[in-house]
């Protein structure tokens, strides 16, 4: 399978179309979701800019029968799986969005036009790292946040973590699970005296001061701190998770937020207070891992043909009493 989902120029859409369900993003829970719908026999484009999160990872992990596969490889095969099921893709951006009657009506970044009588937001979201330079240089290797999907492979290593955010502190102890030498870089950040504590049962070390850089090689780091060099082989930091959310917010959603980031709200099965958009992934849950993530598109799919199912039917009964 190649794994350069980019390379994959589709043609299955030329021109303006109109849909069941626009999927935006291809993505875990977008792909999911389309292979789901597509499955009900439902007519389904999925537009996709190309522009995964996982993409700087090398592998995904907790993936049940594909542990450590490329997410990028992922992402091939589940183009191929909906594809085949009928469903239709757009290497494309959706900039525009508006209610059009009970559907909707999207402008993309190419000019054309796709409407469609329900969405699936799986927009996924932007990693906004702390503002240090170097750390995006390292990002997805040695400069990290997950310990579940990561953890492992640095497991036994010097382990720093960027305490710039207080979730930073529960990073600690998380990483103390994979190795004995891990050390929190604390600025702007104040340790509750139970938390040292443990830091110090445990020990972890704690260094105050400001981190202003990141250097070296990958798995060699070099961390800046108030002009002193300390070694690390990896770099843990708490991003905050932005929802790519412009569409939504252009047709009146809302956002939420929580210590992680911000997000679409949803109810049971994806569905967003807009009517007829439902939503899934990191778009709607940030702390979603990639099978989670998977899991919520195969939902929403089967929700948004669900709520097909109904209005169908109500049309039918209407139709037939006139």
Not at 23 to 47: E, I, K, N, P, Q
């Amino acid at each position: 399978m190649n794994a350069d989902v980019s390379a994959d120029v589709s043609a299955d859409v030329s021109a303006d179309v109109n849909a069941d369900v626009v999927v935006l993003g291809g993505g875990a829970a977008g792909l999911a979701g389309a292979v789901a719908l597509a499955r009900s026999l439902r007519d389904v484009v999925v537009v996709d800019a190309g522009e995964p999160r996982n993409a700087p990872a090398g592998h995904a992990h907790n993936v049940l029968g594909r542990e450590g596969t490329a997410p990028l490889d992922l992402l091939a095969a589940g183009r191929a799986e909906a594809r085949g099921y009928g469903a239709r893709f757009l290497d494309d951006r959706a900039v525009t969005a508006h209610r059009d009657g009970t559907g909707f009506t999207l402008g993309l970044l190419s000019g054309r036009v796709v409407r469609a009588r329900r969405l699936l937001l799986a927009t996924g979201l932007a990693d906004e790292l702390p503002d240090v330079p170097g750390l995006r240089r390292f990002w997805g290797g040695s400069v990290l946040h997950c310990p579940f999907c990561h953890g492992y492979e640095v497991r036994g290593q010097r382990i720093g973590v960027l305490g710039s955010r207080p979730s930073a502190l529960h990073q600690a102890l998380m990483f103390r699970q994979l190795s004995p030498d891990v050390t929190l870089f604390v600025q702007d950040l104040d340790v509750p005296a139970e938390t040292a504590q443990q830091y110090r049962a445990l020990g972890i070390t704690v260094r105050e001061g400001t981190v202003r850089r990141v250097g070296g090689t990958p798995g060699d780091l070099v961390v800046d701190l108030d002009g002193e060099d300390v070694g690390v082989q990896a770099l843990v930091v708490t991003p905050y998770y932005r929802a790519r959310a412009d569409l939504f917010r252009q047709l009146g959603g809302q956002l939420a937020t929580n210590p992680m980031g911000e997000f679409v709200p949803t109810r049971p099965g994806g569905a967003t207070d807009v009517p007829g958009v439902w939503a899934a992934g990191n778009v709607a849950d940030p702390g979603a891992m990639l099978a989670a993530s998977t899991g919520a598109g195969v939902m929403a799919g089967a929700a948004i043909n669900g709520d097909l199912i109904t209005e169908d039917a109500r049309a039918l009964v209407a139709r037939a009493a006139v």
